[in-house]
């Protein structure tokens, strides 16, 4: 399951929640965990919790979008967060094309006119999403003991076996 963090303006909920909410429910229909304040069970209200919360979901995902039709400084931080870890992304806005403004290869920048193109573009980033991860897939077997370690650490530093092997290999091998 591909764990996907979303996240969009708080300011501009009023305007544009009924494309918060189809982001949210299409990317659940393509069998994506969605992590998001949007769809949080709590109600997140201290920043210090908020700012946990992002940090955390963007660390265990394996793709983000976000809604940037009511574009915040809050959000551009967030996308400051998630270049760190290298996350394929999507920005998604009704009113603005930043495709022609900001050149990235790991952002795309796509603008939308109704839910149904909205819909269209997600489809399109997660299928492409899945057809590189297959592509770059790495069947390993490891030893029982292994497994119960490394599901142990997964646990408590709740991130995926992929993750974990990635951080691993990064820290352990010299690029020499």
């Known amino acids: 399951m591909l764990k996907v963090f979303f996240t969009a303006s708080y300011r501009s ?11 949210i429910k299409k990317l659940k229909s393509l069998d994506c965990e969605v992590y998001s304040l949007e769809n949080c069970e709590s109600n997140v209200s ?21 809604e940037i039709s009511g574009d915040t400084f809050q959000l551009g931080y967030e996308v400051a967060l998630i270049s760190q870890y290298n996350l ?4 998604l806005s009704n009113n603005r094309d930043y495709q022609k403004i900001i050149n990235s290869s790991n952002i795309d920048f796509c603008k939308y006119k109704d839910i149904a193109e909205l819909e269209t573009k997600i489809d399109v980033f997660i299928q492409n999403i899945l057809h590189k991860a297959n592509k770059n897939r790495l069947n390993i077997t490891v030893q029982s003991t292994a497994k119960i370690k490394l599901t ?7 991130i995926s076996f992929s993750q974990a092997i990635n951080d691993l290999v990064e820290s352990s091998i010299p690029l020499d």
Request: net charge positive; aromatic share 14%; hydrophobic share 35%.
């Open 13 to 23: 909920k009023d305007k544009y929640q009924i494309f918060y909410d189809a982001v």
């Open 46 to 66: 201290d920043p210090l919790e908020k700012e946990l919360f992002i940090r955390n979901a963007i660390k265990v995902c394996d793709a983000c979008v976000f």
């Open 88 to 91: 394929p992304t999507l920005c």
């Open 152 to 158: 142990k650490y997964c646990k408590s530093k709740n």
